[in-house]
């Protein structure tokens, strides 16, 4: 085989002399390989693909595997739209696990706020959020994270200052992330980032330090208040109940008696009414049976019994009436 010498350095190297065709097959294999490896492409399925045609947006393209113009005309970006990414305000996460450690850093410029009635808190929160359209992630907004941060805390700081301190550290946590949540959205709509915000979660929020003592003798003193009434509520709720019970069973047992006099005295009415009706239709007949009962309750009281003739006269001389030994003695 014929070689070929080339100068380097002062040194003479001697090359092999490689047929022509070999070279052109070596340029074909590698021509194959970039046009393979850059034709198709491959989206996973928690990402959407982005084709730009020499930086142009063209398409987008959902999971699996897709071919695109090779040689760079086209290129693809993957966005991961299924993921829920977040941001933090107020302090930094150095490493996530069972235990959770924070970054030491000083980030007061993002935590502390002015309440609406002129005291400061520390308000730390974490924003919680998916990319939705991932076109206008893209090519909308330059900076689409640093946006989402500026937006965030603009809204937290208004949400924050149009409430006192004591709604913001205890009572409007849940109404805060709400609002919060909402105008943060809205805005990042007007801007068309594509971003869709999940949640707005509170974390940390406490007065200054410097404040902290005397905030906590406040808290102390709104707990024992609250203690006292929390027993104050405990003796009403064992009384009262109690005695609207006892009224109750009075005012039943009362209503029992009435209801049953009531019916009794309609039922005796109703009996005599009833009797007074058959008298009516056969007034002899009541009189007799009246007159033949009332006999019948009177005669077995007596010991002797005397049937007299009506036309008969005189009939005192003839009777021989017993005396009753009161009669005797007296």
């Known amino acids: 085989m014929a070689r070929k010498t080339i100068n380097v350095g002062g040194e003479i190297v001697e090359l092999p002399d490689v047929p022509k065709k070999w070279v052109y097959i070596g340029l074909v294999a590698i021509l194959g390989l970039i046009f393979v490896f850059t034709s198709f492409y491959t989206i996973q399925p928690n990402e959407k693909g982005v084709i730009q045609r020499f930086g142009a947006y063209v398409r987008s393209t959902d999971s699996g595997l897709h071919f695109k113009l090779p040689f760079f005309i086209e290129t693809v970006k993957k966005v991961p739209v299924e993921d829920v990414l977040k941001q933090e305000f107020g302090f930094r996460t150095a490493q996530a696990g069972v235990r959770t450690r924070y970054a030491s850093g000083d980030f007061s410029d993002e935590s502390l706020m002015l309440t609406g009635d002129l005291n400061s808190a ?8 998916r990319i939705q359209d991932p076109v ?5 907004v330059r900076n689409v994270e640093g946006t989402l941060r500026d937006v965030s805390e603009s809204v937290m700081r208004q949400v924050v200052g149009d409430r006192s301190v004591d709604e913001v ?15 943060t959205q809205q805005v990042l709509d007007e801007y068309e980032t594509g971003l869709k915000i999940v949640t707005v979660k509170l974390q940390d929020v406490v007065p200054p330090e410097p404040v902290q003592p005397a905030f906590n003798e406040v808290n102390e003193a709104r707990q024992e208040k609250e203690s006292i009434i929390n027993e104050a509520l405990s003796a009403y709720n064992k009384v009262i109940p109690k005695a609207e019970g006892q009224a109750k069973q009075t005012i039943s047992e009362a209503e029992g008696y009435a209801t049953n ?16 009706r058959e008298y009516n239709k056969a007034k002899d007949v009541t009189k007799r049976r009246l007159y033949l009962e009332t006999m019948l309750d009177i005669l077995p009281n007596f010991e002797n019994i005397y049937v007299v003739d ?3 006269t005189g009939l005192i001389p003839l009777l021989q009436f017993p005396r009753t030994k009161e009669v005797a003695s007296k």
């Open 169 to 183: 550290i205890v009572l409007s946590r849940q109404e805060i992330e709400d609002e919060a949540h909402q105008l």
């Open 122 to 129: 520390s308000v730390e929160w974490i924003v919680q959020y």
């Open 136 to 140: 206008k992630y893209l090519f909308n």
């Open 310 to 312: 009506e036309q008969q």
């Open 261 to 276: 006099r009531i019916n009794r005295a309609r039922g005796d009415a109703e009996k005599f009414l009833a009797v007074w």
